[in-house]
């Protein structure tokens, strides 16, 4: 759908989220590796996280299906009210079709534009970005974004697998972006980066040829490889820096934003956050406890919490900002 008028505002209509039932417990990590809650909490901040079932699901698509069912409800939408259909995912289901076409035809939303990106853990800030441009220039009116990842079949529950196995969890989180006549909302400022020589720290093999330093092992191929300390380094020096730079895109402080929505990695990366910034708890919400880290489902799962819990008002300020395997990092951030 066009329309005649560019440069509109854009305002988020919508979220919703989507989590497996089952829970994975640091109790119950214990029984299955050599750790301990204590160990997890202290490193992480993490006491439980979603691990969808290996034999019955939800895959990827069901997962991403139920939480953009729940944005359109809460955008008062209906699925053939959308025009496009941008999918955050690091986990399809399966090389083609995509989790976007797939979950456009799982709804009945008709012939929309629907597409996957994949950055990782930045993936949903990245696809926010690029959704709001198609909307704020006129070309589309309702968009679906959705961040969500089954990152846990790639995951190794054993004493070797550890790093990665006490992180990750599965979700799935929505917004539906809605085109506005107040020029004012939406997009304030945003940032997109990449480093590929950095991807040697995170990623998942499929084959003998796609190992980076390490000599091959099989026991690594199609599981989650990750260089902890290399990775919280990155993210404990990105993380400031990409703050402070779409601040100063924006001419702000950090005082003049009213909610940091951050990719939940690690809590004492958050904490450090905000102390960097002198934020008080509740401008920087942290739920890593709850579900670890669910890779491009995170930041959307935080504001949909926020959300539910009456504390996100026009007029408010949001900074999105996440970081990943790519390696990538970015924000996002919005006038509500």
Partial sequence: MSFVHAHRGVRIAGCG?????RRLTNADLEKMMDTSDE????????SERRVFDRDHGPSTAKLGEQALREALADADLAPTDLDLLVVATMTADMPTPGVGPTVAAALECGNVGAMDINAACSGFVF???VAHEMTRSGRYQNVGVI???TITRFVDYSTYGRGAAILFGDAAS?????ADADERLGLIAETMHT???GAKHLFIPTCAEQFYEDEYDDRKVGRVQMNGQAVFKFAVKKFPEVIEQTLEKAGLAAE?????VCHQANARILEAARDRFGLAPERLTVNIDRYGNTVAASCP?????LKQAGRVEPGQKVMFIAFGAGLTWGASLWQL
């Fill in 301 to 305: 799962l935080v504001f949909d919490e």
């Fill in 195 to 197: 480093d590929g020589h």
């Fill in 147 to 149: 961040g969500v990842d």
């Fill in 174 to 178: 929505a917004f539906i972006i809605r």
């Fill in 39 to 46: 160990w997890i909490v202290k490193r992480t901040g993490i």
């Fill in 256 to 260: 003049d934003v009213d909610h940091y």
């Fill in 17 to 21: 989220s989507s989590l497996p039932e």
């Fill in 127 to 129: 696809s926010l970005n």
